[in-house]
């Protein structure tokens, strides 16, 4: 069974950095495309970077410049690294990956940038 696990997230000051990890397990069949979205209060789920498979990583303009995704050499992990943090990138940060057999979401990891 498939299993992605966030972690990395806290509560850190404005201008500051956290690194997210995400960690598969179970095995995931020919992965296509994997990504960390995040959902603020009261808004709806946003995407934040992703990676196609054999193709370059895509950014969310408001976050391009400050936010690195990577993908570990096994293909199980997946990194966002985030720089000069403000409060609005706080929210629940979620991994993505989508296989030939399914897309898988973990139960995300909380951000909270203070002023």
């Known amino acids: 069974q498939v299993q992605l696990v966030e972690s990395g997230g806290g509560l850190v000051q404005a201008g500051g950095s956290l690194r997210l990890v995400c960690a598969a397990s179970g095995g995931i069949f020919r992965i296509s495309f994997m990504g960390w979205y995040r959902q603020a209060p009261g808004k709806q789920r946003e995407l934040v970077a992703g990676?196609?498979?054999?193709?370059?990583?895509d950014y969310a303009d408001s976050v391009k410049g400050r936010f690195t995704i990577s993908g570990g050499n096994a293909k199980n992990t997946l990194y966002l690294q985030m720089n000069s943090l403000t409060p609005e990138d706080t929210a629940v940060y979620y991994c993505?990956?989508?296989?030939?057999?399914?897309?898988?979401w973990g139960q995300g990891t909380q951000v909270t940038v203070s002023s």
């Open positions: 993505r990956f989508n296989g030939a057999l399914g897309t898988y």
């Open positions: 990676i196609i498979s054999g193709d370059r990583p």
